[in-house]
């Protein structure tokens, strides 16, 4: 899809919308201020999609109006353009300005089948059928709502008005209401009349930021700040509009938070947080649509977890009306520069607000849980494959946006720009951000200006510090070695590739990388710890350390860095060994012990590490009674890589896997982890909830958790913590219980709580038994279920943690594809259920038919099939180098029965 010529730029809109919410259709029509770039412009050629244009006309600057005919106006379906070719007496010149008004119809699709207007069908608590109508602009919608130039360096102003069939309805939009009327019905006309709302004049903006919401609704709010905030909610939800209030505090904190950081007020008269039944969460300015869930949470109901990330997105969110919304990527290339900062900015206020939540500690440790968002792990794994793509991304096309949303894009630009803040220092780097955001406000930037503003607030040039990491796929990993006799260490940086060894070609690229190394000042273990902020430009380096110190370093630091460490096997044997030494290892440098060891043992990489080594350091942390529950969810989270590695090898070696799972995790579970209340800490919830996920499919908690499921459904409410729902309704799954099955799914289809039905729907995945298996999978495709998209892959995730999951899941993608998914689901879905259905595939027999099935669709889905074999090519070379050895350490260590 090629982009518009640059010949002319709108400045102003002035859009009227009309909608019928009973036929489901639009008509508008919108004047368009333009300015002539080129000389001549004889053709105006705009974004237009699923538009009807019904009339035509422009206002020369000679002051003559004429009518475009019909004829004169070359749609472009593949191109989602129109060209209106002027008449020879209407060409415009360079400098002058015209108006270009055009009349239009279109309709109101159902949620998630395309951009523009949406409807959204929800039941009230009494069981009324309602609807809502909002809009999806980004990246590529606008088109879909009114002709315009709809790429994000085009900005300009909007005034505008929308008229509605249903009095009794309430519309929001970015702007505040300048005005609001009702207007009779027509003579003889049955109908009630109309109302239409007229908005104030929006600043610059770019068109796919653009917001309407049509529903009946309530709202709660906030005049904490010198301007209103709202949550607004559907009226007879059965989720109650009460439950924002928390949220709400939470937006306004943020907002004060975000104007004093970024040294810039929010822009806008308002800000509204719209919260809409099953929808996700989108920026547009001043107007962000949320699901419910997001929003409207419920202390009695909702997991801990569920508030950190509805608490991180919220945050999110409103960090895009800096970052995104005033300054703007000049194109989708430098979509980092939205997504990847509002990443960050999100952590770093959350990490401000709740500091006992340790929230960066959080972005760095991975989560075994399926249904969890991959922060720095996720960038980590996606871009060790060759399916990965730059943070700049120059192959950004219209026609293939929904692929730039990635773990790249948002995990790996937020973990480069925590890293380069601690580089650079943290007041360094907040005033080159502050001066990037001050000079580009209401305006677009690219990458370039945010190096030049915060090489201007340092002095350091980070325009070549950084542009090995954004311009090149990858991240490197370094390789040391020690010389004790002259107390050098040698760190070799390489590409890291997980599943392929890296060509010289795919080599070139040379890290700046910051080492952050920590050593000790004296020799013993009581001396203070120093840092250092050594950078790596070569591909060698050789490093003086004190003889005495070698008894302790470790290169990045804090896991501040995008990288991975391979250490000798005698340093990871003296790291095992110094995990019980107080204040030596922070919590995430043994996260990163845990990460890099898992990365480079399951790599194609030659190591002298093998599997052993790690489950050696995995049972080194039972050994010195770790602590903090976020290692053993990075634990956990390797240990769940591992077993899906090992999933197909020998029966032998997947119980004796088993058996030191359980080792591992029923010591944590003795203080009775299934009790939580909302009385304990938020960090203490959420470690219970982890060992309870863990464990409570082994006895002794297997019993207690079908007591506590079985009281649920008898009525009981509150017979456990939210906390642990999801682990109650997967342990039972797990049991095979056909009765219990049915009576999940029964729970998920009826259940008018959005969180509820998520877990009762999920948990169906876990079932092993084959029937259910198939009437699991058969819910995705069938219509009329209840259940979004965003379940429906973590259903198939949670098909992935077992071997008959594993294995339908990949029967059941290859079956639907042609006739049920292509064509009909969006291309970032399809690519979630690729990943998903062959993510714990492992043998040779099962690469081949992968392989098989891609051929001629491997080009049109590139990234999905390429991402997928090349995870299949790792595991399988994993078990086939590893697999005695496991099943050697395993025996040795006592864990191959019982």
């Known amino acids: 899809m090629a982009r518009l010529p640059k010949v002319v730029k709108p400045t102003h809109y002035d859009l009227d919308l009309n909608l019928d919410l009973e036929g489901l259709v639009f008509r508008g029509s919108v004047v368009i201020h333009l300015d002539v770039l080129a000389d001549p412009v004889a053709s105006i050629v705009l974004h237009a999609k699923d538009l009807e244009i019904t009339s035509t006309k422009i206002e020369h600057p000679s002051g003559e109006t004429a009518e475009i005919t019909t004829s004169a106006i070359e749609a472009n379906a593949d191109q989602q353009t129109i060209s ?54 980004e990246p590529i919608g606008a088109r879909c709502i009114f002709p315009c130039l709809d790429e994000p360096e085009y900005k300009a102003t909007i005034s505008s008005s929308i008229t509605i069939n249903d009095v009794d309805l309430t519309v929001v939009s970015n702007m505040d209401v300048a005005s609001s009327q009702i207007n009779p019905s027509p003579p003889n006309s049955e109908g009630r009349g109309s109302k239409t709302v007229r908005f104030n004049t929006t600043p610059r903006t770019s068109t796919y930021l653009i917001c309407f919401v049509v529903g009946d609704f309530d709202f709660i709010e906030s005049t904490q700040l010198r301007f209103p905030v709202r949550v607004y909610g559907v009226k007879g939800s059965t989720t109650k509009l009460q439950h924002g209030t928390h949220m709400l505090k939470v937006a306004v904190d943020a907002l004060d938070r975000y104007e004093k950081l970024f040294g810039l007020p929010y822009p806008l008269p308002k800000l509204d947080l719209v919260a809409l039944p099953d929808a996700g969460a989108l920026e547009n300015w001043g107007c962000i649509v949320f699901g419910e869930r997001f929003i409207l949470l419920d202390a009695e109901t909702t997991a801990a977890k569920s508030w950190q990330m509805a608490t991180e997105t919220l945050c999110h969110e409103i960090a895009h009306q800096w970052f995104g919304n005033l300054v703007t990527m000049a194109w989708w290339d430098d979509l980092w520069l939205n997504e990847a900062f509002a990443e960050w900015a999100g952590f770093y206020v959350v990490d401000k607000m709740f500091p006992e939540w340790q929230y960066w500690l959080h972005f760095v440790a991975g989560d075994p849980d399926p249904e969890a968002m991959a922060f720095y792990q996720g960038a980590l794994d996606l871009d ?119 060509t010289p070609e795919e080599d070139e690229n040379l890290f700046h990388v910051p080492l952050n190394m920590k050593t000790l000042s004296g020799g013993d ?40 460490v391979s250490y000798p096997p005698s340093r990871l044997q003296k790291f095992s060994d110094q995990l019980a030494i107080p204040n030596l290892l922070s919590a995430e440098d043994r996260v990163g012990l845990i990460s890099d060891t898992h990365a480079l043992i399951s790599s194609a990489l030659p190591t002298p590490l093998s599997t052993a080594d790690l489950l050696s350091l995995l049972l080194s942390f039972h050994d010195a009674h770790e602590q903090n529950f976020l290692v053993w969810r990075q634990i956990f989270y390797t240990f769940a890589k591992l077993k899906q ?80 729902r999801k682990y109650v309704f997967q342990a039972v799954a797990q049991t095979k219980d056909t009765d219990r099955f049915d009576t999940l799914l029964i729970l998920a289809r009826t259940t008018p709580d959005p969180e509820l039905r998520t877990d009762a729907f999920v948990s169906l995945g876990y079932s092993s038994d084959p029937q259910l298996i198939q009437q699991a999978l058969a819910l995705i495709t069938a219509p009329g279920e209840p259940f979004n998209p965003l379940e429906k892959w973590f259903l198939l995730n949670a098909l992935q943690t077992h071997k008959a999951g594993a294995e339908a899941a990949w029967a059941w993608l290859t079956g639907n594809w042609e006739e049920k998914l292509q064509g009909k689901a969006g291309a970032v879905t399809l690519q979630r259920y690729t990943a998903s259905c062959t993510g714990s595939l492992s043998t040779r027999e099962q690469l081949e038919d992968v392989k098989r099935f891609a051929g001629e669709e491997f080009d049109k889905f590139k990234k999905a099939f390429g991402q997928a074999i090349e995870g299949i090519e790792a595991r399988m070379a994993w078990v086939e180098r590893d697999g005695k050895g496991v099943e050697a350490w395993l025996e040795e260590h006592g864990f191959s029965s019982g």
């Open 84 to 137: 209106i070719h002027l008449p020879p007496s209407l060409v415009l010149a360079a400098g002058s300005n015209a108006l270009l008004h055009l009349s239009f119809h279109g309709t109101i699709k159902p949620h998630g089948r395309t951009p523009g207007f949406q409807w959204t069908g929800y039941k009230t608590a009494d069981g009324q059928e309602k609807w809502a109508v909002s809009t999806e602009c």
């Open 384 to 502: 060790s494959t060759r399916a990965s793509h730059p943070i700049y991304n120059p192959d950004a096309s219209p026609d293939r946006m929904g692929e730039l949303f990635d773990n790249i894009t948002y995990m790996k630009g937020a973990s480069l720009l925590r890293m380069l803040c601690h580089h650079l220092g943290s007041d360094g780097f907040i005033t080159g951000v502050k001066a990037y955001l001050q000079r580009h406000a209401y305006a677009n930037a690219t990458t370039s200006d945010l190096w030049e503003a915060l090489t201007a607030s340092t002095g350091e040039d980070v325009k070549e510090l950084m542009h090995s990491w954004t311009k090149h796929i990858g991240h490197p990993i370094l390789s040391v070695s020690e010389d004790e006799a002259s107390g050098t260490i040698t760190v070799e940086q390489h590409r890291y590739l997980q599943s392929v060894a890296v």
């Open 525 to 564: 273990q009581e001396s203070k710890l120093a840092s250092s902020p050594l950078l790596l430009t070569d591909r060698q380096q050789a490093l003086s350390i004190p003889s005495r110190a070698l008894s302790f370093y470790k290169l990045n630091a804090g896991q501040i860095g995008l990288y991975r």
């Open 645 to 724: 590695a090992f999933l197909f090898s020998s029966p032998q070696a997947e119980t004796a896997l088993q058996n030191l799972h359980r080792h591992l995790v029923l010591p944590l579970c003795r203080d009775r982890v299934w009790e939580i209340s909302a009385s304990d800490a938020v960090e203490v919830q959420n470690a219970k909830a982890l060992f309870f996920s863990q464990a409570a499919s082994y006895p002794p908690l297997s019993d207690i958790t079908t007591e506590l499921f079985d009281r649920f459904i008898a009525g009981d409410n509150k017979a456990f913590h939210p906390n642990i």
